[in-house]
């Protein structure tokens, strides 16, 4: 579904990601690990055209979508979400959630000014929309309440939430349980894992080893910005690149 | 050619004065994040505390520059604790803003306390020179030959002094020097004193030839703006280089193409710079 | 008696009830002195419901609002002068020539972001005064234009509408100013409305979850600008003559006096502002120079202690109290 080719990023001297290649496959997990600063988030902004490639190509479906604004990527169909929790603070719920299906929505300007029938229509599918998504991470109860309020989990879920309602095909996770305590953790496994039975193939960045030795199809390792090993869980776990490049590296199991 | 070079002379003079109001800003703007729309009126009040000092309390003109830089690096001070320090959190529109409102206030209260008459110094440097062929008064070699040093004693300062090595660490990288524990406010303190004072000065240099009126930091202040997003953000070189090339296109526009539209020759240019270039011609953050 | 309670308070019947009551002050107010702060009033609020759109929802420092009130003020009364168009078509090929350089200011400034955008389009609204000032064989130059024509009387089902008095104007410009109310209040409630926050709130989130920032903020400021022009058209033909001043960046800074300390980010706000501000203005007239440090101190205040403004404050304080309610 999605192919990374000989993906690069350099920021001047420092190879942020270097000739990184590797795919993602209609309805699976994939995890892409690896040690602090080894580029994983690089290679999620340089997928959702947040960064300009400095090389290589990013091909989602057989279509080429390198250098594409992030706009264009969201519509096609790649939904994110952002390390530090990314959600509309100021907003409700229910209002995060509209706002993000909106890009499936014709209306404009002069539909709103004018109340046209489209854009009463448009109103209402989002807000249908919103509370199907709202009812799907949990949040349907708290969909009033200010974004502000909810604890740092259910905002976590609600950014899940909010690129759910741009019915994507692919999801890509950065870091969903990235302060997120144990006892916290396995709803919001089973809400990924929920997604993924759906249809919907993620994309996971992860440091919790645990959740992603249970979930993922497949784990993708960098380091350095370079990819030292791809395969299932259980390879690997046990390729000796994987395990020098943690080395020192106190991880979660 | 004669009016080439003197049209680059006048160029020059004025560029010195484009230069150190810049200075000023871009020390407040690019190292502080201040954007301190009221810088401009800041250079006005310079002018008419210097006019002040000279005509009602019959100093010496160097003496009253002196005077006016001092009460000026007071009233920065004063407005930074007052007004800016506060915002400093908030967006950036909310800093613009609070500077238009000290706009309105010292504006307002100038034309108060002075009238909105030009006025005019008493005749000082007035002696003409012949320069290669271009006859100028000793004002404009003033200007510029206390820019220049101006301009040099601030490098120094930043290079030599602690006060001024804590400036350009916090320039270079803000983290890093807070971890070292680089007293922020203190910085403050000094970047509002040194940018005001040197505002002071560039308006009572200007101001024996080009005159004292309540308008008078209008335009130099949005060219100051325009000087330090061309130039960069926080970058000496950069306002300085700056300001004497917008003074330079003026002049020079002025003589060659039309007096009526020189003026609006740097804003032209900066919507154009841009629009090509969001984050300016050397930034990297866009504010 | 609880249907009639209901009805009361329902927010389109006392809409509706202000709506009458506002137009029966023509019939009331003998005072012209006070029909023209009314007037006054009418033309500045739509301004500032203007403003309020690309800096209050949109979350855009657009400093250029006095050069496009400025132009839309010059174009209509040169089209009406010059060329001998009506009122009617001059207001709207006014508005459509002030959006299109609107269009053409906000794309190269629009992808600037907070001071930059705030300072580029200040040093456009610098330019359009300096043209208004020395296109001498366009606007007049400094001289201004004078003799502007008002609108022609009307015929709309059998009766005449004459704009020659002032409840005439007044009654034109509450027109114009309920319909830029119901456009600000259509925007701001709808899905676009919703788009022009997000692009506040957060320009990255936005742009991920497939919305174009650029096109989202284009089409605020056009807006914006449109609704500035009709309000400069409206000062065009009630003042009968204009000069450069009016195109000037103290018009952009008085206008953001009004929707600052009104609210920002609020569609009452900009009005209660224009209200208060003209009001005092005028209470405080003779105190000239006086009035103007008043303005500034109150932007500062405002801007640090309570920079959601009057609404803004009310609502927040209201919020507050129904928390501590319930």
Redesign the interface.
């Known amino acids: 579904m999605l192919e990374v080719r000989n993906l690069s990023k350099f920021f001047g001297g420092l190879r942020a990601v270097n000739d990184l290649s590797f795919r993602i496959e209609k309805g699976e997990i994939l995890s892409i690990i690896g040690p602090n600063g080894s580029g994983k988030s690089t290679v999620f902004n340089l997928i959702t055209g947040f960064y300009e490639p400095t090389y290589g190509q990013v091909l989602y479906t057989g279509e080429d979508i390198t250098g594409l604004k992030p706009h264009v990527i969201a519509r096609k169909g790649i939904a994110r979400t952002f390390q530090h929790t990314t959600i509309y603070l100021q907003n409700t719920v229910q209002g995060n959630l509209v706002i993000a299906h909106r890009l499936r929505t014709k209306s404009g300007i002069f539909g709103a000014i004018l109340r046209t029938a489209r854009s009463r229509r448009d109103e209402k599918i989002c807000l249908e929309k919103a509370d199907e998504v709202a009812e799907l991470i949990g949040l349907y109860g708290k969909r009033f309440l200010p974004a502000s309020v909810l604890s740092q989990e259910e905002q976590k879920r609600l950014a899940i939430g909010i690129a759910m309602a741009t019915d994507p095909q692919l999801l890509l996770l950065d870091e969903p349980m990235g302060g997120v305590t144990d006892r916290e953790m396995g709803p919001l496994v089973k809400l990924i894992q929920k997604i993924n039975e759906q249809g919907v193939t993620i994309g996971l960045i992860e440091h919790k080893m645990g959740v992603v030795m249970s979930i993922s199809n497949r784990v993708v390792v960098l380091n350095y910005g370079q990819k030292i090993a791809e395969g299932i869980p259980a390879e690997v776990s046990k390729s000796k690149e994987v395990i020098e490049a943690y080395l020192g590296e106190d991880y979660h199991a | 050619m004669d009016l080439l070079f003197q049209q680059t002379l006048n160029g020059i003079m004025v560029g010195s004065v484009y230069a150190l109001v810049a200075l000023g800003l871009t020390l407040e703007y690019g190292i502080l994040n201040i954007p301190n729309f009221a810088h401009g009126v800041l250079y006005t009040l310079g002018a008419y505390l210097t006019f002040l000092t000279v005509t009602a309390l019959g100093y010496n003109y160097w003496v009253a520059i002196g005077c006016a830089m001092l009460a000026l690096a007071i009233m920065g001070i004063i407005i930074d604790r007052l007004v800016f320090h506060p915002l400093v959190n908030a967006p950036h529109l909310n800093s613009f803003i609070a500077a238009i409102g000290l706009i309105y206030i010292f504006k307002a209260g100038m034309l108060i306390i002075w009238g909105p008459d030009f006025k005019r110094f008493p005749p000082i440097n007035e002696e003409v020179i012949n320069f290669l062929g271009a006859t100028i008064t000793t004002q404009r070699i003033i200007i510029v030959v206390v820019t220049a040093l101006l301009i040099v004693l601030l490098n120094l300062f930043i290079k030599k002094t602690m006060a001024g090595m804590s400036i350009e660490a916090l320039a270079q990288d803000r983290e890093g020097a807070l971890l070292a524990g680089i007293n922020v406010k203190k910085v403050e303190t000094i970047v509002f004193a040194v940018g005001s004072a040197m505002a002071a000065v560039a308006a009572a240099l200007i101001s024996p030839i080009f005159l004292v009126y309540n308008t008078m930091g209008d335009a130099v202040i949005l060219k100051a703006f325009v000087i330090i997003i061309l130039g960069g953000m926080g970058s000496i070189p950069g306002a300085v280089i700056g300001g004497y090339i917008i003074g330079l296109v003026e002049s020079l526009g002025g003589a060659y193409l039309s007096t009526d539209y020189n003026e609006i020759v740097a804003f032209a240019i900066l919507i154009g710079v841009l629009a090509v270039k969001p984050t300016g011609l050397f930034g990297t953050r866009s504010h | 008696m609880k249907a009639i309670k209901s009805i009361i308070t329902n927010k389109y019947f006392l809409g509706l009830v202000l709506i009458l009551l506002i137009c029966l002050v023509p019939v009331f107010i003998t005072s012209k002195y006070l029909m023209h702060i009314f007037i006054l009033m009418l033309i500045w609020s739509i301004a500032a419901l203007a403003l309020n759109l690309i800096?209050g929802y949109t979350?855009q420092?657009n400093l250029a609002h006095g050069g496009f009130f400025g132009i839309g003020a010059y174009a209509t009364a040169l089209l009406m002068l010059k060329l001998g168009f009506g009122f009617w078509p001059a207001l709207i090929i006014a508005a459509i020539i002030t959006s299109i350089i609107g269009f053409l200011?906000g794309?190269?400034?629009l992808?600037?972001?907070?001071?930059?955008f705030?300072?580029?389009t200040?040093?456009?609204n610098?330019?359009v005064f300096?043209?208004a000032e020395?296109w001498e064989s366009l606007t007049g130059g400094a001289r201004g234009v004078i003799g502007i024509p008002q609108p022609a009387p009307i015929s709309f089902l059998g009766v005449t509408f004459t704009f020659s008095s002032l409840a005439g104007m007044f009654y034109l410009c509450f027109f114009l100013f309920l319909i830029t109310l119901?456009?600000k209040y259509?925007?701001v409630h709808?899905?676009?409305?919703?788009?022009l926050?997000?692009v506040r709130?957060?320009e990255?989130?936005?742009?991920?979850?497939?919305?174009?920032?650029m096109r989202t903020k284009i089409?605020s400021f056009v807006?914006s600008v449109f609704l500035a022009s009709l309000a400069g058209s409206l000062y065009a033909v009630y003042i009968g003559f204009l000069d450069p001043e009016i195109a000037s960046?103290h018009v952009t800074?008085e206008v953001?006096l009004f929707v600052?300390l009104g609210g920002i980010g609020t569609i009452s706000g900009p009005i209660v502002g224009t209200i208060i501000v003209t009001l005092l203005g005028e209470i405080l007239h003779f105190l000239d120079?006086?009035?103007?440090?008043a303005?500034?101190?109150?932007?500062?205040?405002v801007?640090?202690f309570m920079?959601q403004g009057i609404v803004g404050g009310i609502r927040a304080l209201r919020q507050r109290m129904g928390e501590r309610n319930s």
């Open positions: 800096m979350g420092a200011i794309l190269p400034t992808r600037t972001k907070g001071s930059y705030a300072i580029g200040l040093c456009f610098v330019i300096i043209a020395r119901i456009i259509r925007i709808s899905l676009v409305g919703r788009s926050i997000a709130e957060n990255d989130l936005t742009s991920s979850i497939g919305l174009d920032t089409i807006t960046h800074f953001l600052v120079a006086y009035r103007l440090v303005y500034g101190l109150v932007l500062v205040l801007i640090i920079p």
